[in-house]
């Protein structure tokens, strides 16, 4: 019954822990999926979804759909072995897969420089013969164009990119966390970057109206808010689905 909500509300449910969610509440926040949309796994481990996505992008190409993997990781997951294997492996095999590097220069609480001597991420491409490109994560329109050019090489059977989108992390590490850590006026700088305002003014520059994306935010936040009502109205998991999922199920005869 559950399958014809919108995907915000099966969402919020797994985020919460609800029986209503994509895991049925089993996988909560750090282990999200939603094949139906293209999610198809975030992992609580850092680093790791890169060779995964190696897995999705090989099925991919046996299977000739046209398919593209995106794989998502910050810079501090650039310096697990998992990073150098994947890399390797997708360019030997041409595998159409697009390693995203969001590089807010901050691993965890640890400054870019602090755990890495090289000037970027994307000059680690090179060391693989892999293509590799730096865009301005903080703008949504070098960001598409920059991601499209990756989709369509990867279609065409031309291999994988690297792609380092520089960004800044506006609140801490953990929600609620300490952000002393980040120099003043780099958190300064890095608020004037932030890519929401920026996007908005651009496109009241060139497309839409006050009135249409005031009408466009409104209807986010009713998704939203109703999203999280379901979550927090949805049962959790009960005892029984411990086994569920988990251990093979024998079928009686």
């Given at each position: 019954?559950?399958?014809?909500?919108?995907?915000?509300?099966?969402?919020?449910?797994?985020?919460?822990?609800?029986?209503?969610?994509?895991?049925?509440?089993?996988?909560?926040?750090?282990?999200?999926?939603?094949?139906?949309?293209?999610?198809?796994?975030?992992?609580?481990?850092?680093?790791?979804?890169?060779?995964?996505?190696?897995?999705?992008?090989?099925?991919?190409?046996?299977?000739?759909?046209?398919?593209?993997?995106?794989?998502?990781?910050?810079?501090?997951?650039?310096?697990?072995?998992?990073?150098?294997?994947?890399?390797?492996?997708?360019?030997?095999?041409?595998?159409?897969?697009?390693?995203?590097?969001?590089?807010?220069?901050?691993?965890?609480?640890?400054?870019?420089?602090?755990?890495?001597?090289?000037?970027?991420?994307?000059?680690?491409?090179?060391?693989?013969?892999?293509?590799?490109?730096?865009?301005?994560?903080?703008?949504?329109?070098?960001?598409?164009?920059?991601a499209k050019e990756a989709v369509d090489r990867a279609r065409?059977?031309?291999?994988?990119?690297?792609?380092?989108?520089?960004?800044?992390?506006?609140?801490?590490?953990?929600?609620?966390?300490?952000?002393?850590?980040?120099?003043?006026?780099?958190?300064?700088?890095?608020?004037?970057?932030?890519?929401?305002?920026?996007?908005?003014?651009?496109?009241?520059?060139?497309?839409?109206?006050?009135?249409?994306?005031?009408?466009?935010?409104?209807?986010?936040?009713?998704?939203?808010?109703?999203?999280?009502e379901f979550a927090l109205a949805s049962p959790f998991p009960?005892?029984?689905?411990?086994?569920?999922?988990?251990?093979?199920?024998?079928?009686?005869?």
């Amino acid at each position: 019954m559950f399958a014809t909500e919108p995907p915000s509300k099966l969402l919020w449910a797994e985020f919460t822990g609800r029986a209503t969610g994509t895991c049925k509440g089993k996988g909560g926040p750090m282990h999200i999926t939603h094949p139906e949309t293209g999610v198809m796994v975030t992992t609580g481990v850092v680093g790791s979804g890169l060779p995964i996505a190696n897995g999705l992008a090989i099925s991919s190409q046996n299977r000739g759909d046209g398919k593209v993997t995106v794989v998502c990781f910050g810079d501090g997951a650039s310096n697990i072995g998992a990073f150098h294997e994947a890399m390797n492996m997708a360019q030997l095999y041409k595998l159409p897969v697009i390693f995203l590097c969001s590089n807010n220069k901050y691993g965890e609480h640890t400054a870019f420089a602090a755990h890495t001597d090289s000037e970027s991420i994307v000059s680690r491409a090179a060391g693989y013969g892999m293509r590799g490109v730096q865009c301005d994560g903080n703008d949504p329109v070098d960001m598409y164009n920059t991601a499209k050019e990756a989709v369509d090489r990867a279609r065409r059977g031309e291999g994988p990119t690297l792609i380092e989108a520089m960004t800044f992390r506006m609140l801490g590490h953990l929600f609620g966390a300490d952000f002393s850590y980040v120099p003043k006026e780099i958190a300064e700088q890095g608020a004037k970057e932030d890519p929401i305002p920026r996007f908005r003014q651009l496109l009241l520059d060139t497309h839409v109206s006050e009135s249409e994306l005031d009408a466009i935010v409104a209807d986010i936040e009713k998704e939203i808010d109703e999203a999280v009502e379901f979550a927090l109205a949805s049962p959790f998991p009960e005892v029984d689905e411990l086994r569920v999922d988990v251990v093979k199920q024998e079928i009686a005869a």
